[in-house]
């Protein structure tokens, strides 16, 4: 559990930098704006992947570390899709 927190914090800041400065480049958002947001969006990560992790060690609590690995790393990827959707339509969305 604390790996998967560690980890998340570590992505969120250099993701939501490297979004701000690469992807979306023309947007007006501050970067304080911006890493708020994303940390909103981090706590939602954090309660996905390790309600995840604590329901797979509750019904596997003899599963390997890899095989925790193996049910994490899609469940990482969905919530970075998701993340990255949430960023483009509501942190970054181009103001009119």
Partial sequence: ML???VSL???TVLNT?????????????RA??????????FVLAYLVTSGVLLL???YRPTASPATEAL???PTVALVTGLRFTMLRLVV???RR
């Fill in 92 to 94: 970054f969305r181009r």
């Fill in 3 to 5: 790996a998967n927190l």
């Fill in 56 to 58: 797979f060690v509750h």
């Fill in 9 to 11: 914090v570590v992505v």
């Fill in 17 to 29: 930098e490297a979004n701000r400065r690469l992807t979306f480049r023309g947007s007006t958002v």
């Fill in 32 to 41: 304080v704006r911006a890493h708020a947001g994303a940390g909103l969006l």
């Fill in 71 to 73: 049910v994490l790393v």
